[in-house]
């Protein structure tokens, strides 16, 4: 038996954004440090029904300093959402197709994201997270700012002023993304943006 195998492409994209008028703290910054291929190939049988392994896509660096007169209420927090440049909200953006496109755009469903760091300070440290549309937003670290968990203290949702350079276990985050098998939709080219935000808690 013979079969056409025509290949489909995943790109994933990474931007961050952080606020820059501070209320409570002296500076946020949010750094990226890419890490693994950002273009998933999927061109043979074993890659459309194994799906792509879990890769490294990035490393996050956070660094929040708080003002030279303290304010004990500095504290931030750090999101991720989607971005399909208006596809429908559950689809990946469509850059070609490779065929008449009469069958199903890849969905968001078969991504699945992973977020760790040393001292699993997130609340969905090593987990991996389902997405659904872009309408999802995965709270990396909570906006709580009633409820400040100091840098040094190594438990979940450390949110004080601190940096990756001091405090690397807890300031850092390494993503993780996978995309599940079972590949029955469009070939093609196909995008998404994830958008890392950085934001003081206020």
Known sequence: MYRL???TLFSLSLSLHRTYAQTHCGSVELMLEN???NLFT???FSSYEGGFPRTTLARLKVKVENKPVVDPLCSWNLYLNIDNNGAPIDEWEELNLYSNGLGQN???SIL???VTNDCE????DGNFIALTDVTDIIQIIKPMILDIKPANSCVENVN???DYISNYQEFTFKIEIRIKPGMTFNPGRFALTFNFRLEENI
């Open 112 to 114: 699945e994201l992973k």
């Open 121 to 124: 300070t997130s609340h969905i």
């Open 35 to 37: 890490q693994g291929n």
């Open 5 to 7: 195998i025509i290949f």
């Open 160 to 162: 004080g002023p601190g």
């Open 42 to 44: 999927f061109n043979d």
């Open 106 to 108: 890849p969905l968001l």
